[in-house]
């Protein structure tokens, strides 16, 4: 269920009584096996029992204590381990309740506690492990929900959080209503209130990370999302005396809120620092070019993975700096690539891409085109068939003022991306016996 990468990081979360980080994997796994034979006799009609195999360790226990670890410790890489262990366990919990044969009305936020799917979800941030964060934000049901609108946009919100979509939050900021109006009584005010602080921290949390300004009303509330979640932590639980030495002390609480904005925080404090619009722009870059694609970029890949951030700091996306990438598929070579390809393109020069295959030139230039849109930043991308520059003769290419290209090329090479930046514009060549070429079809020799 585990790749090693995964089930390492499980493996580093916090040692706990009777509970073996080492065999965190393990025991995760055959839970989830045990929800996946239960569904299977429930959907051939056997009777099925629910209840889960005694364990001093419960799933609900496990994700109760390493969510508590996530809010409170200070390490953060222990954060990070126990967020995924938590969210793991949230998460098949929740699967659990969808496979369930009761249909789900009842609120996905309330007073009392939030709904399982969206604790994952958050979790899988506060843990790095966005491809997680995305699938959990799939479970996120807000649709026919007996629940209040505050309720309604909080869980749509979150949803498009955990999935990166922190445009669709911005947008959604601009239709809702300024201030929310409840008529219940005094405790369903106050949920009201400390939601709806809750979704001005989320949206500035998106305004952040997209590099936008912050909405007006959002502004005059609080600096920053850290600031939002932390004053919801503190008005969702308070003790007063009640001045009746027959009462004592009273204590007022709202845990699901307080639950909501805990985690919140602890995804904020894992993620904001790495949005990929907080990268310098490299020495010599048009600087407006840069800050302009980062925001275009943020918009389908907000953050930087662990593993691009030590490429960033060791300055691959600089130019004049050559490098050779090898990384398993889905791991991201190409996103990182982009990062280069971004830097030259902000320092006013051109760039060839080589690719193994046609088929892949031809995926990798429509790739482009989207991560480099030339209606945004003036900048073009095209195949050797369709370029703008005569490319299939030894000439440099020749760009229109103020524009930037990237071509696409076909070349022999291993599963790499292989960029050498010699700091001139590219020069293509064709071999002195050139093969015919088909329209589109790729360059087979290209670069210095």
Same mark, same amino acid.
């Given at each position: ?289 840069? =800050? ?28 004049? =700096? ?26 006013? =020069? ?99």
């Amino acid at each position: 269920m585990f790749d090693p990468v995964t089930a390492a990081l499980m493996r580093s979360a916090p040692e706990l009584p009777g509970l073996d980080p080492a065999e965190l994997p393990q025991t995760l796994t055959a839970r989830y096996a045990e929800l996946v034979a239960r569904r299977l006799r429930r959907t051939e009609g056997e009777e099925t029992s629910e209840a889960e195999q005694e364990s001093a360790w419960p799933l609900a226990r496990i994700a109760d204590t390493y969510e508590l670890i996530t809010s409170i410790h200070d390490d953060p890489n222990i954060r990070r381990a126990a967020a995924f262990v938590a969210g793991t366990a949230q998460q098949i919990l929740a699967q659990e309740k969808l496979g369930g044969p009761e249909v789900r009305t009842g609120p996905i936020l309330n007073r009392d506690g939030i709904d399982q799917a969206v604790a994952a979800a958050i979790l899988f941030l506060a843990a790095e492990q966005y491809a997680d964060a995305n699938e959990a934000a799939r479970q996120i049901s807000v649709e026919g929900r007996q629940q209040d609108f505050i309720a309604t946009l909080l869980g749509e919100d979150i949803r498009d959080l955990a999935a990166g979509n922190f445009s669709g939050i911005l947008e959604r900021a601009q239709r809702r209503p300024e201030h929310f109006v409840s008529r219940g009584g005094l405790e369903v005010r106050g949920t009201t209130a400390l939601f709806e602080s809750i979704l001005v921290g989320v949206e500035l949390f998106a305004a952040e990370v997209l590099g936008e300004s912050v909405p007006a009303y959002a502004a005059d509330r609080f600096d920053t999302a850290r600031s939002a979640f932390s004053r919801v932590l503190q008005l969702s639980t308070n003790q007063y005396e009640s001045g009746d030495s027959s009462v004592g002390s009273i204590l007022t609480t709202y845990p699901g809120p307080r639950h909501l904005a805990s985690l919140l925080l602890a995804a904020y404090e894992a993620t904001a620092g790495v949005a990929v619009t907080k990268i310098d722009p490299p020495p010599g870059a048009d600087e407006d070019f840069w =800050k302009s694609w980062l925001r275009h970029r943020a918009a389908t890949a907000p953050f930087v993975w662990p593993n691009h951030r030590d490429a960033v700091e060791k300055g691959f996306h600089l130019t004049g =700096k050559s490098a050779v990438m090898v990384l398993p598929t889905g791991a991201g070579k190409t996103t990182v690539s982009c990062l280069k390809i971004a830097s030259v393109l902000a320092s006013g =020069k051109n760039v060839v891409f080589i690719a193994p295959t046609h088929a892949l030139v031809d995926q990798l230039t429509v790739d482009l085109q989207e991560v480099f849109p030339e209606e945004l930043l003036g900048s073009f991308v095209s195949s050797d068939g369709n370029c703008r520059c005569d490319c299939r003769l030894r000439h440099r290419p020749i760009t229109p003022p103020g524009r930037r290209g990237v071509y696409q090329g076909q070349a022999v090479a291993p599963r790499s991306r292989r960029l050498h930046d010699t700091g001139r514009r590219p020069v293509c060549r064709i071999p002195e016996q050139p093969t015919p070429f088909a329209p589109g079809q790729g360059i087979h020799r290209a670069c210095s």
